[in-house]
């Protein structure tokens, strides 16, 4: 395969990138009257205004030829068909086939893999459903009230972020809390406040051994047992989302409880899985299947619209506009609307450790800048912090504006302040305030004029910071389904451009297995030879300081 920057349309990028660098998107909008009708798109619920970008007709053109030049046509239908895509795993990719409500057949290995997908799904249904009823109950025969969530990484992230951003459709009866953190701070804080009674604990962990998750689970099923609970009564408050069945039957939970998880399908695209059941249990099993139902709508949009109107490719390609040819570090994202708070950081784990890669798929050093930094938070908020930084800082870091057009129990003037706030702060960082302007504001305040000169310096915002806006009517689960597959998708495509494999994570890995040798040096299971001069003095100092006193 050709390097990605030894195409035709890299080098065509890089003389585009240097003809508009000192053009302003504000002359664009004076100019062009008909820019922002241009560039919007609107499928799936969602509606994306791009036009506040650094970008021309012929920009666009040619980051969409690049994305088909690198094969995204091609690699987009394997992904939909189960090929092994993840090529250094030898796994397909198809956490799309979790939501697939067409009569589509999806093969892996020769074998349909819908009839289970389907079966998993009723089974969550069925469960979800003996919960809400009251028909599944505690050993003392108390309803269950309290369902506490023990994951890490996607089998948390995305549990709980959904389920807190569709808080107005939770069931009414049932509270769900969320574990990952190892630190015994979080799960103490969390069961010192429950009736072990009445409390559901659901364990995600494909291979039943991921060490937090492990520890928390245990520190739960101890806790069970000091309330007043036995062994065999566990079975009616444990369930398992895993593939290990036989650890997870030894551990106490009752096999008709355990939920099946596959090999193709990774953490950070697991809430669709029976992963998503802590999200069925707190919204009831019909909105979750709304929230699946989005997501396939998303798919097939993805699959069937020409770039110039597909969602995930217009944004992904925006982001390799910026990544690639304006050094553009990180990437921000703006919730204007407070239950949807824990966006950016789901995005983060979904983008960062998909594209953060430095190899191709071919085994190559790449040459070029890969993921960016994902981060942000709900957007007033950060209009009183970190916008500074946005709006002066140096170099520019693209942004995602993202509002419901309606919110539930809407307040007219909250939520149009909301608003004026989000379309407000895009349009600043698009169009600026320039020194004369500054200057002029100062005119009869009564200053001598070089301190209407130091000021005026001081308070001109350069503008022409690019970003997208994202609309919705409302934060339906349909909708959350669509947003999220849309950003699925947006990385895939990038991972395509930037010829990575975005669906292992070796980091990740590594961090893992370094971390189970370090607590085996600090329990005294590993000489602590073993371990570099640094590692061996913290362990020594962690030692010392939990020795019995």
């Known amino acids: 395969m050709t390097e990605l920057t030894a ?23 004076a100019e062009d009257s008909d820019r922002a009708a241009r560039m919007q798109v609107e499928s799936c619920g969602l509606y994306l205004d791009f036009s506040k970008n650094r970008v021309t007709d012929e920009v666009m053109q040619t980051l969409f030829s690049l994305a088909d030049a690198q094969g995204l046509e091609e690699q987009r239908k394997s992904m939909f068909a189960g090929e092994a895509i993840n090529t250094t795993e030898g796994r397909a990719v198809l956490h799309t086939a979790l939501r697939n409500f067409s009569d589509t057949p999806i093969l892996v290995n020769g074998k349909d893999v819908m009839p289970e997908v389907k079966a998993t799904l009723e089974k969550v249904e069925s469960f979800t459903q003996s919960v809400h009823s009251g028909a599944h109950t505690g050993y003392t025969g108390k309803a269950i009230k309290h369902v506490v969530s023990i994951g890490i990484g996607g089998s948390f992230l995305g549990p709980k972020i959904m389920t807190e951003a569709l808080k107005p459709y939770r069931h009414n009866g049932i509270h769900v809390h969320f574990v990952a953190n190892v630190d015994g701070c979080h799960i103490h804080d969390v069961l010192s406040g429950l009736d072990h009674a009445e409390t559901l604990v659901v364990m995600s962990s494909k291979s039943f051994t991921t060490q937090e998750t492990l520890q928390n689970t245990q520190s739960a099923k101890n806790w069970f047992l000091a309330e007043g609970g036995s062994q065999e009564d566990v079975a009616k408050h444990f369930v398992a989302v895993s593939s290990n069945v036989s650890a997870a039957v030894k551990f106490g939970i009752a096999e008709e409880n355990i939920f099946p998880m596959w090999d193709w399908v990774g953490g950070r695209y697991s809430l669709w899985s029976a992963i998503g059941l802590p999200i069925a249990l707190a919204l009831g099993f019909a909105n979750f299947k709304q929230l699946l139902e989005g997501a396939h709508a998303m798919d097939r949009h993805f699959a069937t619209a020409p770039n110039e109107r597909n969602l995930p490719v217009i944004l992904a390609v925006l982001g390799v506009w910026y990544r690639n040819f304006f050094g553009a570090q990180s990437h921000v994202l703006l919730p204007y609307y407070h239950y949807l708070r824990g966006l950016p950081a789901y995005v983060q784990q979904l983008d960062m450790e998909s594209n953060g890669k430095m190899v191709t798929q071919q085994g190559e050093r790449v040459t070029y800048p890969t993921g960016p930094i994902i981060w942000g938070s709900e957007g ?40 004026s706030n989000c379309f407000g702060q895009a349009q600043a960082l698009m169009q600026g305030k320039t020194y004369e302007e500054c200057f002029e504001d100062l005119t009869d305040k009564g200053l001598g004029e070089a301190e209407q000169v130091r000021l005026a310096h001081h308070k ?37 451009v930037w010829q990575l494999n975005s669906f292992d994570q070796w980091g990740v890995e590594l961090g893992k297995v370094l971390g189970n040798k370090v607590l085996a040096g600090i329990t005294g299971r590993t000489e602590g030879a073993n371990f570099d001069a640094s590692t061996q003095q913290l362990i020594a100092r962690f030692k010392h300081a939990n020795a019995p006193k």
Do not use: C
């Open 7 to 29: 195409l035709p349309q890299w080098h065509h990028l890089e003389k585009l990138a240097s003809s508009i660098g000192e053009q302003h998107m504000r002359d664009w909008f």
């Open 460 to 496: 001109t915002m350069p503008g022409n910071k690019p970003s997208n806006t994202i609309l919705f009517d409302a934060l339906t689960p349909h909708t959350l389904g669509a947003l999220i597959a849309m950003y699925e998708h947006k990385v895939f495509v990038q991972g395509v």
């Open 380 to 419: 007033t908020n950060g209009q009183h912090s970190f916008h500074q930084l946005i709006h002066q800082g140096h170099g520019i870091i693209p942004a995602d504006f993202i509002l419901p057009l309606n919110v539930p129990n809407q307040d007219d003037t909250h939520h149009a302040m909301l608003a």
